[in-house]
């Protein structure tokens, strides 16, 4: 019993200083100092999402943390978490009801922006302009849309939107990742070149003497 005391106490300690033990990695129990309280990384996600959404969180997902949420933010940082949050302030969907767990999971993975690559919005209006100056995360893109790339610049923008976000999202893990993106291809310009006015005045002269027009 004391031997367990004693482990308790170091854990506490270290915990507190926002280190963890393996055991407690492997189990994602890390504790977090708030206020004089320890709490784990889903219990202090379960405080700021009632402060958020009052009886509202726990009319949907109750007053402690569900096995469902721990599994879908198993491996998301307490960075992440709070990213997803402030994401939430950004979202009009969730202004007045929370999120499930998954759209949670999702607001707080890493948007292209915050990799150095192109804003979602931005990738798409690449991915349907003329334009062969693309970066090559869209190109990538692209490539992995395969035939949905050509009814891309068809669609209308609300569908083109639906169409290329999870594409782009796979994109983003992909760099998430570690993957490798295409090297840039080069931009193709077009010029416009001028008739030469004497060597078709010179054709027509002759095709003219060919047929006996004067």
């Given amino acids: 019993m004391q031997k367990a005391h004693k482990l308790a106490s170091r854990e506490a300690l270290l915990t ?3 280190q963890a033990t393996q055991n407690e990695q492997r189990s994602e129990k890390q504790f977090y100092r708030v206020n004089g309280r320890l709490l784990t990384k889903m219990e202090l996600l379960w405080e700021r999402m009632g402060d958020l959404y009052g009886h509202r969180w726990e009319s949907a997902f109750g007053s402690e943390p569900t096995e469902g949420w721990e599994a879908a933010l198993h491996g998301i940082e307490p960075l992440m978490i709070k990213r997803g949050l402030i994401a939430l302030a950004e979202t009009p969907k969730h202004k007045d009801w929370p999120p499930s767990a998954l759209e ?3 607001l707080c993975m890493p948007r292209g922006e915050d990799l150095g690559l192109p804003s979602e919005s931005e990738a798409l ?3 349907v302009g003329c334009s062969t100056k ?4 869209v190109t990538l893109t692209l490539r992995n849309m395969g035939d949905d790339a050509f009814a891309l610049r068809r669609a209308d923008s609300k ?5 290329f976000a ?3 999202a ?4 992909h760099v998430i990742s570690g993957g490798e993106l295409p090297e840039p291809a080069p931009e193709i310009k077009h010029q416009h070149a001028k008739a030469d006015r004497a060597k078709g005045n010179s054709f027509l002269a ?3 003497a060919e047929v006996g027009a004067s």
């Fill in 159 to 163: 569908r083109a939107e639906a169409m």
């Fill in 134 to 137: 693309k970066h090559p995360a």
């Fill in 125 to 127: 209006r690449q991915a």
């Fill in 16 to 18: 507190a200083s926002g």
């Fill in 170 to 173: 796979a994109t983003v893990n």
């Fill in 166 to 168: 999870p594409h782009w």
């Fill in 104 to 106: 949670f999971r999702s």
């Fill in 206 to 208: 002759e095709m003219r």
